[in-house]
């Protein structure tokens, strides 16, 4: 076994299924990956309430490392899931967490959220005050890969879009050319 787990943090509308072909190739390779579904997405979205929000989220990582007793992981945050692995490091602040990976996410900052970190955060703002309104919470967009069980792609909290996370990362990001 390698030294480092890795924990695996879905985006906002998936869970731990996303991550599946992922494990084949790490597995032989001697990696202790430990995928999680977050509150209230995916197959654990019968617990989507309003109170599930980026701070439900961040715990839900923090109680995973906690359970399987895991040391020096490397955390790996897939879009929405960078945030939750941000937050959930600036929170540990302990050998816990020994390397934190952004797979198709951008790298927040202390106090910035997803809908000031991305181009499209506007329209996240509307789809949330339509989603209040009417009273659901359906995802932003159509996933366009195939055929997925209809549990797979799952109505996501209002609430995490809009939150700032607190971390513990220098104040200079990364900016594209």
Same mark, same amino acid.
Request: proline share 12%.
């Given at each position: ?9 879905p /985006?906002?509308q998936? /869970?731990?299924w ?13 990696y202790e990956? &430990?995928?999680?579904t977050?509150?209230?997405l995916?197959?654990?979205?019968h617990?989507?309430?309003a109170?599930? *929000?980026l701070?439900? &989220?961040?715990?839900?990582?923090f ?6 007793e895991?040391?020096g992981?490397?955390l ?5 899931g ?6 959930a490091?600036?929170?540990?602040? &302990? ?8 797979? *198709?996410?951008?790298?927040?900052? *202390? /106090? ?16 949330a ?5 009417? /009273?659901?919470s ?17 109505p996501?909290?209002h609430?995490?879009p ?14 594209a050319p």
């Amino acid at each position: 076994m390698t030294d480092t787990p890795l924990v695996l943090i879905p /985006g906002a509308q998936h /869970g731990a299924w996303c991550w599946r072909k992922m494990l084949r190739p790490l597995r032989p390779l001697g990696y202790e990956a &430990h995928p999680i579904t977050l509150t209230g997405l995916s197959e654990r979205s019968h617990l989507l309430t309003a109170d599930v *929000d980026l701070n439900t &989220h961040i715990t839900d990582v923090f109680r995973l490392i906690e359970a399987e007793e895991l040391i020096g992981v490397t955390l790996v945050g897939h879009s929405y899931g960078g945030l939750v692995a941000a937050g959930a490091t600036a929170r540990l602040r &302990h050998p816990a967490v020994r390397r934190l990976v952004y797979l *198709d996410s951008p790298i927040p900052l *202390d /106090g910035d959220s997803i809908m000031t970190m991305t181009p499209f955060g506007e329209q996240l703002r509307r789809c949330a005050r339509r989603s209040t309104e009417s /009273g659901s919470s359906r995802p932003v967009t159509r996933p366009p890969w195939g055929s997925i069980s209809p549990w797979a792609v799952s109505p996501r909290p209002h609430a995490p879009p809009m939150e700032p996370v607190s971390t513990a990362r220098p104040s200079a990001r990364p900016r594209a050319p």
